[in-house]
């Protein structure tokens, strides 16, 4: 702001000369103007919101129109009064039209949301796996990534004997337990539901010893949860398959090595981390 004022200071003086009162007027409207810019560029959204806002600014405006007509410029009234409205008329327009975007951009969100959530769980879902995938097989910022893929021990068995909304609630609440284990070790990996009751677990730049040993962990803590529904308690478990990733792979080769480890962990008894 103050190199403004030197220069406007600057010209003024070269094209008026100098007296102290014009000066002053001038300086009085150049930081009234100036103020007015910043409070609407801090306040955007509570300018649009409230049509007193608008005319404050408006005014703000007239009034420094005005400090420059008593510096001896040639501004009048009628310029100060036209300032005002159309200010008023353009921050109105302006409101409509970011009520537009606003609206535009949220439900876009809305859309990606859809796009990328599972609606049952609320994690990620197998198309934001697949990309998410190919981005990190494609990036030359990961040298290596751990990939993790779990179900759930007996799942079908507990939709036969508790029924579906139970199965649906056990599932849900294996996505929180992951979730919140995640957030409280500080630990990045992304937990993405595949299908049915099974999931995929994304580590980026972490060993695989480290992730089987964070899994080893998520396992045993869902083993020995009890999921309380309005009529049954149920425990259950999960197998866990684990690769570290490292070389050049396409996403079907990656998802057929912890497929396959998947499978040992299963055939070796279920509810264990298996990793090679």
């Known amino acids: 702001m103050l190199p403004l004022?030197?220069?406007?200071?600057?010209?003024?003086?070269?094209?008026y000369g100098f007296h102290w009162k014009s000066i002053l007027l001038v300086t009085?409207?150049?930081g009234l103007f100036l103020l007015t810019l910043y409070f609407i560029a801090k306040n955007q959204r509570a300018v649009m919101q409230s049509y007193g806002k608008m005319m404050l600014i408006g005014l703000s405006l007239s009034v420094s129109v005005q400090l420059l007509f008593l510096s001896e410029f040639a501004f009048s009234w009628v310029h100060a009064v036209e300032i005002f409205g159309k200010t008023f008329i353009l921050l109105v327009i302006a409101k409509f039209i970011?009520?537009?975007?606003s609206s535009i951009v949220g439900e876009y969100a809305k859309y990606k949301r859809y796009t990328y959530i599972d609606a049952l769980t609320n994690v990620y879902n197998r198309r934001k796996f697949e990309e998410t995938m190919d981005e990190i097989l494609a990036s030359d910022q990961i040298s290596k990534f751990s990939l993790v893929f779990f179900d759930i021990d007996n799942f079908k068995h507990i939709n036969d004997h508790y029924g579906h909304s139970s199965g649906d609630y056990v599932l849900k609440e294996i996505c929180v337990l992951?979730?919140?284990?995640?957030?409280?070790t500080g630990e990045n990996g992304q937990l993405f539901r595949y299908g049915g009751d099974e999931f995929f677990l994304l580590f980026r730049n972490r060993k695989g010893e480290v992730v089987r040993d964070i899994m080893e962990q998520v396992a045993k803590e869902i083993s020995e949860y009890v999921f309380h529904t309005s009529s049954n308690a149920i425990k259950t478990s999960i197998s866990v398959g684990a690769v570290e990733i490292t070389d050049k792979v396409t996403r079907d080769q990656a998802i057929y090595?912890?497929?396959?480890?998947?499978?040992?962990?299963?055939?070796?008894?279920k509810n264990q981390v298996y990793f090679k």
């Open 178 to 184: 992951i979730k919140k284990y995640l957030r409280e």
């Open 5 to 15: 004022f030197t220069i406007f200071y600057l010209v003024y003086i070269y094209s």
């Open 257 to 269: 090595r912890v497929d396959k480890h998947l499978y040992i962990a299963k055939e070796n008894g």
């Open 28 to 30: 009085l409207s150049l």
């Open 98 to 101: 970011l009520l537009d975007i």
